[in-house]
């Protein structure tokens, strides 16, 4: 079956300027995970979702972040007043849950001019 | 917060040669995975092992474990230059969250 797409593939911004990064997770899977990676570092967490609970905002790295997950499916990150700091890969995944293998979307890698 | 971090950081070596990159995390773990990344993009997983196994396999893979010294291994045996890759571990802790964390990877280059 399809895996986790996310999209655009790609986006340049300005900085100041709001994006928003879409995420779709593989049809049935509850979970559904933000990450972040910046050039050669390792994988941070952003914001997770499971089910119809509240998410798990943790990770966000400031108020200019937020997420929503619509319909218990696909998912939007957005960015507000972006910095050039924010420039990074952001990776999206899911699972059915619970501590198992996550899928991982292509990522978007976003740079802020 | 308990981070897998991966060991060494890079790896370069001769296709048909055996790689191995190492993993230690801080607290108690229910299970352990490894990742692969090629080129920064989406990770690819390769093996989970539980707290309650020593060792596991797949293909030319083998991870093991000893919850002891709270490490694990990866062995990539007869490497191909299609191995190269960034290699991560990632831990999911034995109570609460179900996040689990990542350690900042080992960059492998197999060379033909």
């Known amino acids: 079956g399809a895996g986790v797409s996310q999209s655009p593939s790609n986006k340049v911004t300005e900085k100041g300027k709001d994006v928003e990064l879409r995420c779709d997770p593989i049809?049935?899977?509850?979970?559904l995970y933000w990450y972040r990676q910046s050039l050669g570092q390792g994988l941070e967490f952003l914001i997770y979702?499971?089910?119809?609970?509240?998410?798990?905002k943790s990770g966000l790295p400031s108020d200019r972040f937020s997420a929503e997950r619509t319909g218990g499916s696909v998912s939007t990150l957005t960015i507000q007043r972006t910095q050039q700091e924010d420039s990074a890969v952001y990776l999206c995944?899911?699972?059915?849950?619970?501590?198992?293998?996550?899928?991982f979307g292509p990522g978007t890698r976003l740079t802020v001019t | 917060s308990q981070q897998g971090e991966e060991d060494p950081q890079a790896l370069s070596i001769q296709e048909g040669e055996n790689a191995t990159m190492n993993c230690s995390y801080k607290?108690?773990?229910?299970?352990l995975q490894w990742y692969r990344q090629n080129s920064g993009r989406g990770l690819v997983h390769l093996i989970l092992?539980?707290?309650?196994?020593r060792e596991k396999h797949s293909g030319r893979l083998r991870v093991t474990l000893d919850t002891s010294k709270k490490s694990s291994s990866l062995l990539i045996t007869a490497s191909r230059a299609a191995d190269t890759a960034s290699y991560f571990c990632?831990?999911?802790?034995?109570?609460?969250?179900?996040?689990?964390?990542f350690g900042r990877g080992t960059s492998l280059i197999v060379h033909p």
């Open positions: 995944a899911s699972n059915n849950g619970g501590r198992y293998e996550q899928y």
């Open positions: 049809s049935g899977h509850t979970a």
């Open positions: 979702f499971q089910g119809n609970s509240a998410p798990d």
């Open positions: 607290t108690s773990i229910n299970n």
């Open positions: 092992i539980r707290s309650n196994e």
């Open positions: 990632a831990t999911a802790a034995s109570g609460g969250s179900y996040i689990p964390t």
